[in-house]
């Protein structure tokens, strides 16, 4: 069974920075397309980013330039580092795992971003 398990949201003024982090365990992490999505209050679950098994990258319009996105397939864990954060990036962020070959998609908890002075 695989496990997605995210960490490291929470209350952050505008203009600061935060770190989320995506453990997974069950399955061959280097396998998987990685992403990171957010859903705010009354809205739509949205793409963040996403990062391939190779490391190419992919950014929301909204993020690009201050989001960025990695993973560590040595420790099966996905980043995002979030940079210069606003008040709109307030919402609830999705860690995934993506393989589409075998139709397999998984989806983590979430965690709680607010942006917020």
Request: proline content about 3%; aromatic content about 10%.
């Amino acid at each position: 069974q695989v496990q997605l398990v995210e960490s490291g949201g929470g209350l952050v003024q505008p203009g600061g920075s935060l770190r989320l982090s995506c453990a997974v365990s069950g399955s061959i992490f280097s396998m998987f397309v990685m992403g990171w999505y957010r859903q705010a209050p009354g809205k739509q679950r949205e793409l963040v980013a996403t990062i391939t098994n190779g490391g190419s990258t992919n950014y929301a319009d909204s993020v690009k330039g201050r989001f960025t996105i990695s993973r560590d397939n040595a420790k099966n864990t996905v980043f995002l580092q979030m940079n210069s954060l606003k008040p709109e990036d307030t919402a609830v962020y999705y860690c995934n795992a993506n393989r589409v070959a075998y139709n397999l998609n998984y989806w983590g908890q979430g965690t709680q971003v607010t942006v917020s002075s």
